[in-house]
């Protein structure tokens, strides 16, 4: 079967939810301890979506499998057309591609916005799987910050990666939005 990629819609949030409290639970993937409830990611869609920012969800056989979405990197103002992506896939559902493809899906549906940079924090776990990935679409090595989160008892760095999706600086073309 193949996995359709589509925007999310609220009928898709309660299987949203259940993947991300995995994560949560069950991880130091997310630097979240108490999983979000479904009417917080409610919220989620619609704050994003008034923003014109993407929120996907990856479907396969009429089951969410997977989810991405792209937010604001920071509130200031001129940090307007950068965002931060998030993705997640449900347990059981890593190493078949899903994160590529919802990653791609994501990298286009924002290029077709005001965004410009696309910054990527993941905790760094040791496995190498989310930098592998990010590397293999484009992505850049930013930064790190050591030691910046503590769960599960121990404490976790984070990379930080970056793609530029539309014009180079000094180019404003259509960015006066």
């Known amino acids: ?3 359709e990629i589509r925007p999310a819609v609220p009928a898709d949030l309660d299987a949203v939810a259940e993947i991300f409290a995995h994560y949560v639970r069950s991880t130091v993937i997310t630097f979240e301890e108490i999983p979000p409830p479904v009417a917080a990611w409610h919220q989620r869609l619609e704050g994003l979506t008034a923003q014109e920012l993407p929120f996907l969800v990856a479907e396969l056989s009429g089951e969410v499998v997977g989810y991405a979405y792209a937010a604001p990197w920071r509130p200031k103002p001129a940090y307007r057309h950068t965002v931060e992506n998030s993705i997640y896939l449900a347990p059981g559902r890593t190493g078949q ?7 791609e899906a994501l990298l286009t549906a924002c290029a077709r916005t005001h965004v410009r940079q696309m910054i990527a924090v993941i905790a760094d776990t040791g496995t190498g799987a989310s930098v592998a990935l990010h590397r293999r679409l484009g992505f850049t090595d930013a930064g790190r910050l050591s030691a910046v989160g503590h769960k599960h008892g121990r404490w976790i760095d984070t990379v930080l990666m970056q793609r530029t999706l539309g014009p180079q600086t000094g180019d404003v073309t259509d960015l006066n939005r």
């Open 1 to 3: 079967m193949k996995t």
């Open 97 to 103: 591609g899903l994160g590529g493809n919802l990653l």
